[in-house]
């Protein structure tokens, strides 16, 4: 008989090399601890799911590294109330970690496929709290600002006008930004006195097409 595999001991190996690297936010740790990233990847890739490595999803897009997903979602520092805008749904699965950990998520997606695909993983999973839009994220979704918080999860040639406006005071914007080659992770913090901009090192991830992004 064929027997779903268990990945419980790789879930839980990946969650101490993030530890070992610096993750320390104990809810991030609980989060990816409990997701399961092999159904948000083709079944082919699902020996590699707990692989510290960006895998490959249609379109010639990824699912990024879960080091990168931890990091950045630390960066949120998210208590559970936040309202957050996820800009590229790709597979779902940093959707459906942020889900866990804030209480509404907006996530935009430039591709149907991909926004589809992660729509009816979240359903299959439970997840009540998101709220998906195909369309260009470089623009955000103003429907629902300002936003708690605002993720980026694809390389901005310099931060997107809009959402900066549609963040609100006091809150966090993790954006990477530079050429298509490398970027720098930039947390932004929208403050009385302005911006404050601090970087959380090197990251390599795929374009941000749009408007006010790469043509
Ligand atoms: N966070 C995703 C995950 O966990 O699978 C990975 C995201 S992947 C690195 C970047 C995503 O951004 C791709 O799915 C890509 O199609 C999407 N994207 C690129 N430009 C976009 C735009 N202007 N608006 C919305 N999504 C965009």
């Not at 990477?176 to 080659?181: I, L, M, T």
């Amino acid at each position: 008989m064929h027997m779903p595999k268990d990945f419980t001991i790789q879930r839980q190996q990946l969650v101490d090399l993030l530890q070992q690297n610096g993750i320390s936010d104990e809810r991030v740790l609980q989060a990816i601890a409990a997701v399961p990233r092999e159904m948000f990847i083709d079944s082919s890739f699902q020996p590699m799911a707990y692989a510290n490595q960006a895998l490959p999803l249609v379109l010639g897009q990824t699912i990024s590294q879960p080091l990168m997903v931890a990091i950045m979602t630390q960066a949120l520092q998210l208590s559970g109330r936040e309202k957050v805008l996820e800009i590229g749904t790709g597979s779902g699965y940093q959707t459906f970690i942020l889900a866990r950990l804030c209480q509404h998520v907006y996530s935009v997606e430039r591709y149907p496929q991909l926004s589809d695909q992660a729509d009816a993983r979240l359903d299959q999973l439970g997840c009540a709290n998101v709220s998906l839009l195909i369309g260009d994220g470089s623009i955000g979704w103003v429907d629902h600002a300002p936003y708690d918080r605002i993720l980026v999860t694809a390389a901005a040639p310099h931060v997107p006008a809009q959402l900066l406006e549609q963040l609100d005071m006091d809150g966090f914007l993790v954006v990477p930004v530079g050429d298509q080659a490398q970027q720098e992770l930039q947390v932004i913090q929208r403050t009385h006195s302005g911006m404050q901009i601090h970087s959380l090192g090197r990251c390599v991830f795929v374009p941000l097409i749009g408007e006010d992004a790469w043509r």
